[in-house]
């Protein structure tokens, strides 16, 4: 069942338009994503489904209030993390917590919420002690003290390292586990990949494509290779075997390592020729293709930052 939908979307700025007519629909429970560059008018159209801006065109529905009109009693039922959320330094974990619920008519309990989160031991500490991760753990807590049934968390992981990003796409988990549907905003391709259920791709303010991570990889013919090595001594012609397989673009051989690029399921073909012509080989390797790949072919240029 759609909780958000989102029809003709538009929206402008001195005559430039930051949305054009943008169309999705979440579901009750997924992890929907919006992904796109910087600029791509992605937080534009999250503000829009939040109520914190309005909309010069189109219709959204965010379960079943109108956004900017029914905004106080929308507010009651979601959970936002912006994307430049802050707090004052002196402001303590617990003292935070306990100003956001006091924002709700039935708010859950925060301090279950210190236990949940893992910031029990940070209770009394400020604000600018905490690290990056400890951070974004407090305001995904602050997202959830209404007890929500959407929360939207925009850029979440931006800045932070390796590990603290890893450990924050553990707690987004967790959101979804305990039953609340999560918008996610983000211009990292392997978050996505991770998180999302769906994911609408945004490129200068209008969605290009939209469709399960997975899907968005299989959609689109983008050429891959595949590499492997002949066992020793063997004489065979991989060119000559493989040229003529769907999918093969180009097969070429450096002493024993074999390289093979094509487009489709075409490793699939290879293997199978090989076997049956009884080459052997071995370290066989296959590239993954990425969601940046499929990026690429859907706007001829990468997002990778």
Known sequence: MAIIEVEELGKRYGGQ??????SFSVEEGEVFGILGPNGAGKTT?????????????????????DPFRQGSELREHIGVQLQHTQLPDNIKVWEALDL????????????ELLERWGLADKRNARFAKLSGGQKQRLFIALALVGDPTVAFLDELTTGLDPQARRATWEL?????????TVVLVSHFMDEVEELCDRVAVLDEGSVVALDSPAGLIDGVDTEYRMSLRLMEGDTADPGHLLENLDGVASV?????LVVVTGRGDFATAVSARLAREGVLVRDLRVDKRTLDDAFIALTGRSLQV
Request: charged letters at 35%.
């Open 45 to 65: 159209a999250v503000e829009c489904v939040e109520g914190l801006r309005r909309a010069d065109s189109g219709a959204v529905r965010v379960l079943g209030f």
């Open 172 to 180: 987004v988990k967790r959101v979804r586990a305990e039953g609340v």
């Open 17 to 22: 338009a930051v949305l054009d007519r943008v």
């Open 100 to 111: 956001y619920a006091s924002f709700y008519a039935k708010p859950r309990d925060w301090r």
């Open 252 to 256: 070429s051989r450096s002493g024993d």
